[in-house]
Every structure is written in structure tokens, then in C-alpha cells.
């Protein structure tokens, strides 16, 4: 696992010996140029210095002792006829006679800086070895890299210690998250934090505000489930213990029909919880919105509907716009309507009928549900959306679940539903498409 303490201090670090390299490399670059000018001026000085001496020196090639490789200057004297006089020094190879002036004479054992001057018909020469003085000025270029070395290690303390102060608050907010409960959802205090990480705990406040509202959303529909599920199981037990009892064909038959029935209508609740869980809002479920054809959601749920309005004899028409396309998810789209004319089915009058319009018009795509039925109470029509909810007085059984299911469904594909009463004399459902979900053929 990577270390963010790690990564910076390295990147410092990097940086520090960057900065201490990039400064020897100045001062060696510094003090060769100066040590040039220096020995330079000292060659041209001795050669000066010299010019008023008496060179009498015949024994210089036998003069005994080691070659020495390290000295600084040779002072060599060539006569009018170019023959030398004078060598301070014993050496296998040294620059011959050059110009007048400065050269640099390459050998094999090196190169040879030269200073040649002209006096009283005799030539002086002075000459060091360009090594010496490359030595000499990484000698200076190195001490002054000794006081670096503290100074770098400051450098670098200080940089452990700033990085520590600015990772502090992570720390701390690091801890404070360990030593929640599971089920803790408490916004991270952010005080004192500095801007960068503020914007990180804002937005993990966000997080677990969403997260709380998924969680209460998911104790409120656990509660609610528990509490509706209690009837039916307890009439499937009755009604098994009924079944049970039965002395004749005719009371056995009854109660196997009771049975069968309480067995739907406990399956269709659970189904339509399902559903309700995976179309809630506050469900992290993703829906698969694509170009969706909203005449063949319309033509689906008709048909899942239709067996049911047939055995009551009630008609469903409709009139839709060709070809009305959206951004949906079409299996959503097709429960949405489905649970809509259900509802219609379900709380109108037998021989009675239910009228469908899609409309795709500058304003936008409409879909209108009306019925013949009795339609619903304004003071209720506010509350017809809420889970586990029914209209007072209704004999039709249900869930209360249907509508709740719709309402979530639209919010999911930010859709608008309003209630009205119908032309034909029941409930009218008109649910706005925003125009953000039109799809462009």
C-alpha cells in the first residue's frame, strides 16, 4: 500500500539532493574558471620574476630521485640557440619549447598549461599539468559542499515536519472514522482543516448524508414490509389450519381456493415490494436508460392488464402519437403503466372503461391515464402516493404499493405526476416527461 507521507517526503528528498548536486556543480564550474585565472596570473608573475636570474644548470637530466607527479609548476629556460638551460624539476615528459604567450600542449601524460615569455634573448617557460588544477578546484568546490550537508538535513527535518502538520488532519479525521460504530453517519467535523482536505470532508458529509437517507430509507422499508406481511402470513396459517379441519369435499375445496387466493395475494406483495425496493430513489440499483419506444411500454402493460379487465368487462382504449421515443429504462417504464392501469382496473365499476393518451407535442411527451370510475378525493390525493397507503372506504383488496411504485419509477426518470379529475367523470394520472429525455431519431 503506497504511503502519501512516503511519496512526499521521496519527491522532497529527490528535490534536496537535486538542489545540493545542481550547487556543487556551480561552485566546481566556479572554481575552475577561477583557478584558471589564478594559476594563469601566478605563471605569467614567476615567468616575470624570473627574467633578471642567472640559469647555469648543466646537470639537470642527471639529477637523481623519483619522477613526481603531483608538483604545480616547471620552470624550463631555452637559450638564443634553443638549447635548454634550466628545468626545476625532473620529469619523463614536459612541453618542449612553445609560443610566446599561453598554450595548452597535450602529452601523454596529460595536458600541460604553458606560459612562455622572451628576455635578454632567452625564453622562459612555465608550465603545470591541467590535472593539478582541476584538483585544486574540485578541492574548493568540495569544501564548500561540506556545509550543504547540515544544512540539507535541516532541510529535510523541516520537510518531515511540515509534511506531518499538513497530513495531521487526515489523520485525525482517519481515526475519528476508525472508532465509529457501523452504524454512525455523523457529519466529520472540519475545523481547521485547509481548503484542499475541507473539500474532501465535505464532500464525505455528503456521502454519508446520502448514505443515512438510504439507510432510514431501508429501515422504513423493512418496517413497513414486516408490518404488512404480518396479515397475510397470519391468514395463510389460518387458512391452512382451515384446510385442515375440513370434514367434507365441499368445505376442503373452499379452503383450498381460500388458500390459493391468500397465496396470490401474499406473492403479488412480495413482488410488488421487490419492485418497490428496486425503484426507490434512495437505491443505489442503476437503471439502463436507452432509446426507448414509449408506444410499446404502452402496448405491454395494456397487455398484462388486459385478462384482468376482460373478467370485468371493462374497456381500454387508447390514442397515441406514432413512434414517441424516450431515454428510458423500458422495463421500469412498462411497470410504471402497468401499475397505473391496474390501479384504474382495479377501483372502477364494472362494464366501465379506462382511456389511454401519449402525447408528443412542442411541449413535450405527455402520458394521460383517465378512468369512469369514482375517482379520488382531492383532501387523499396527496397521500394516494405513499407506500402502504389506500383510500378510505375502499373494498377493493390491495397492497397500497402500486402507485408508490409509479411515483418512484417517474422520479427516476425525473418525471412529473398530476392528478386531476378526468372528462369522463373519474381520475385523471398526466405524467410529464421533461424534455431532457427526448430522444432525437
Given at each position: ?271 410488488q415490494l421487490l419492485a418497490l425496493a428496486r425503484q426507490d ?161
Amino acid at each position: 500500500m503506497k504511503s502519501l507521507r512516503l511519496q512526499m517526503m521521496l519527491l522532497f528528498g529527490v528535490a534536496i539532493l537535486t538542489a545540493a548536486a545542481l550547487q556543487f556543480a556551480t561552485s566546481l564550474h566556479a572554481a575552475i574558471s577561477e583557478a584558471d585565472k589564478l594559476f594563469d596570473y601566478h605563471m605569467q608573475q614567476m615567468a616575470l620574476a624570473l627574467q633578471d636570474g642567472d640559469f647555469d644548470q648543466v646537470d639537470w637530466h642527471t639529477l637523481p630521485g623519483t619522477e613526481i607527479d603531483d608538483f604545480d609548476f616547471v620552470v624550463q629556460v631555452w637559450s638564443e640557440d634553443g638549447a635548454r638551460v634550466y628545468q626545476s624539476r625532473q620529469h619523463r615528459s614536459l612541453p618542449k619549447q612553445a609560443a610566446l604567450g599561453y598554450s595548452t600542449v597535450n602529452l601523454e601524460n596529460g595536458d600541460w598549461r604553458v606560459y612562455a615569455a622572451e628576455e635578454n634573448k632567452r625564453v622562459i617557460q612555465v608550465a603545470q599539468k591541467i590535472s593539478a588544477r582541476r584538483e585544486r578546484a574540485f578541492s574548493f568546490a568540495l569544501s564548500t559542499l561540506w556545509p550543504v550537508i547540515p544544512v540539507s538535513i535541516l532541510l529535510f527535518c523541516a520537510a518531515w515536519w511540515g509534511v506531518s502538520s499538513v497530513l495531521a488532519p487526515l489523520n485525525r479525521i482517519g481515526s475519528e472514522l476508525a472508532n465509529r460504530s457501523a452504524n454512525s453517519i455523523d457529519p466529520v467535523s472540519d475545523k481547521g482543516l485547509p481548503g484542499e482536505v475541507s473539500l474532501l470532508v465535505t464532500e464525505l458529509n455528503s456521502l454519508l448524508g446520502r448514505m443515512g437517507q438510504a439507510l432510514q430509507a431501508q429501515q422504513r422499508f423493512v418496517a413497513d414490509a414486516a408490518h404488512e406481511l404480518r396479515s397475510p402470513i397470519t391468514a395463510l396459517r389460518l387458512q391452512v389450519q382451515n384446510l385442515g379441519r375440513a370434514k367434507d369435499e365441499n368445505t376442503h375445496a373452499q379452503a383450498v381456493n381460500r388458500l390459493l387466493g391468500g397465496v396470490d395475494r401474499a406473492s403479488r406483495l412480495v413482488e410488488q415490494l421487490l419492485a418497490l425496493a428496486r425503484q426507490d430513489p434512495s437505491s443505489q440499483a442503476a437503471l439502463s436508460f436507452c432509446p426507448t419506444l414509449l408506444n410499446a411500454c404502452v402496448e405491454q402493460a395494456i397487455s398484462d392488464v388486459m385478462p384482468f379487465a376482460v373478467s370485468r368487462k371493462i374497456s381500454i382504449s387508447s390514442q397515441m402519437a406514432a413512434n414517441t421515443e424516450l431515454m428510458g429504462d423500458a422495463e421500469s417504464l412498462r411497470v410504471m403503466i402497468r401499475n397505473l392501469l391496474d390501479n384504474a382496473v382495479r377501483y372502477i365499476q364494472d362494464e366501465e372503461a379506462v382511456y389511454i393518451t401519449l402525447i408528443d407535442d412542442i411541449g413535450g411527451i405527455q402520458l394521460v391515464i383517465q378512468d369512469s370510475g369514482p375517482g379520488i378525493p382531492e383532501a387523499e390525493r396527496e397521500r394516494i402516493f405513499d407506500r402502504f397507503y389506500r383510500v378510505a372506504g375502499s373494498s377493493t383488496s390491495g397492497s397500497g404499493l402500486g402507485l408508490a411504485i409509479a411515483k418512484a419509477i417517474a422520479d427516476r426518470h425525473q418525471a412529473r405526476i398530476q392528478l386531476a379529475h378526468a372528462a369522463i367523470g373519474g381520475l385523471e394520472v398526466r405524467i410529464q416527461f421533461p424534455a431532457s429525455l427526448r430522444h432525437a431519431s
